[in-house]
């Protein structure tokens, strides 16, 4: 801070030397005199190192002394006009000054001075841009909070700078520098608190640096990007499915599906238990029985788990029992016993007409009937 204000010093010394080299009065320049000087352009934008130059119409005539000031460059005059340029600007304080004399009727002064300064920004992007936390790594936790830290480094001048802090393209919020008068390149570091959520896990975190100079800067401005960070954050499991109804009921025979599918970091596990204490058939989310029985019935528990925390999520089941089977059997043997009374039938009366009306008895009628006589001679 000391090294920084003798050099502060230092410039309005040498700033004033120059001024008096060339005959600027004692008594300080007006300028808010009508007829002042005229930079084209009004304000300088000039990157650290490179050409520059400007212009400076002193006066219409000027009948005394004129001339731009400067610690650096070569003028050219041209009439009135004065040309300055510079091959490469290494000043980050650039003062320039464009003045004439005129005189006036005060018996204590011969002459009165009127000068423009022109506004010069010296400019520099900075050399990186980097995103990090501040004392963490590793996964985070839902609900606590974090400081993500943007660190600029090397840019000029820090108060024409704007620092975004970004989730995925959704903007957290914008700092800019408390260092106002801080002309020569210097590093900066940028803070702001999070609280991630569970929304938050696998999402990227970034910051950008811009340096936004005015109309007469760089278009667009200058924008330097740090890298991505993802993020990982840490939650208890947190079902994804709705909860189950206060009683279910399916029809024995039919199948059974029970879901508590979760979400969680960790992915959680799963554990269930039945109400008959047999061993479940999976650990997954889902639960799947087939074909039910009355065995079936009774309440079913699944246990989600992770190293953040768990849930239990109960269902109670009823198993009616179908009567369709029991109607069905009945409906076959129904139809057995009528088939079979028709075959009976058919075979009765198909031997009955096929064999004619006839009986033991009257067949022996008929031969009796017809017994031979014998004849005599």
Same mark, same amino acid.
């Given at each position: ?62 009948? =005394? ?7 650096? $460059? ?25 003045? !004439? ?7 204590? @002064?011969?002459?009165? @001075?009127?000068? %423009? ?33 943007? %660190? ?9 700078? =704007?620092?975004?802090? !970004?989730?995925? @393209? %959704?903007?957290? $919020? ?14 900066? #570091? ?12 696998? &999402? ?12 007469? $800067? ?14 990982? &954050? ?44 047999? @061993? ?7 639960? =799947?029985?087939?074909? =039910? %029985? ?5 309440? !079913? ?24 089977? !029991?109607? #069905? ?7 057995? &016993? ?40």
């Amino acid at each position: 801070m000391g090294t920084m204000f003798l050099f502060d010093i230092f410039l309005v010394v040498f700033f004033i030397n120059f001024l008096h080299d060339f005959h600027v009065n004692a008594s300080g320049c007006d300028e808010n005199c009508a007829e002042k000087p005229v930079f084209s352009p009004s304000r300088l934008v000039v990157k650290f190192g490179d050409p520059s130059s400007t212009m400076c119409t002193v006066c219409e005539q000027c009948t =005394t002394a004129f001339g731009l000031v400067s610690s650096s $460059g070569e003028n050219t005059e041209n009439g009135t006009t004065i040309t300055w340029q510079a091959d490469s600007v290494t000043e980050w304080e650039l003062p320039l000054l464009c003045y !004439y004399e005129k005189y006036i009727n005060d018996p204590n @002064q011969e002459f009165d @001075q009127c000068c %423009t300064p022109l506004h010069v920004t010296v400019y520099k992007p900075p050399d990186n841009v980097s995103i990090s936390f501040v004392n963490h790594t590793g996964p985070m936790y839902e609900g606590r909070q974090y400081t993500l830290q943007c %660190t600029v480094q090397d840019v000029a001048p820090v108060e024409n700078l =704007t620092v975004t802090f !970004y989730r995925g @393209q %959704t903007v957290l $919020g914008q700092l800019q520098s408390n260092y106002h008068t801080r002309r020569k390149p210097m590093t900066e #570091i940028f803070t702001l608190n999070i609280s991630p959520s569970k929304y938050d896990d696998g &999402v990227q975190y970034w910051c950008e640096a811009k340096l936004e100079l005015g109309p007469e $800067g760089p278009q667009p401005p200058s924008v330097v990007k740090s890298q991505n960070i993802t993020a990982a &954050v840490y939650y208890k499991p947190q079902l994804q499915v709705s909860s189950p109804p206060e009683l279910i009921t399916v029809l024995e025979g039919d199948s059974l599906k029970l879901d508590c599918s979760a979400v969680g970091n960790p992915s959680p596990s799963y554990s269930w238990t039945l109400p008959s204490n047999s @061993q479940p058939p999976s650990t997954d989310s889902v639960l =799947t029985i087939n074909s =039910t %029985t009355s065995e079936d019935k009774g309440l !079913y528990s699944c246990y989600v788990s992770n190293k953040e925390g768990y849930l239990t999520l109960e269902f109670n089941v009823n198993v009616k029992v179908s009567y369709i089977g !029991y109607f #069905i059997l009945l409906g076959v043997i129904v139809v057995a &016993v009528i088939v079979i009374i028709m075959v009976l039938l058919y075979i009765h009366y198909h031997r009955k007409y096929r064999m004619g009306q006839y009986n033991l008895k009257d067949v022996f009628r008929l031969h009796a009937r017809h017994s031979a006589v014998p004849i005599t001679e």
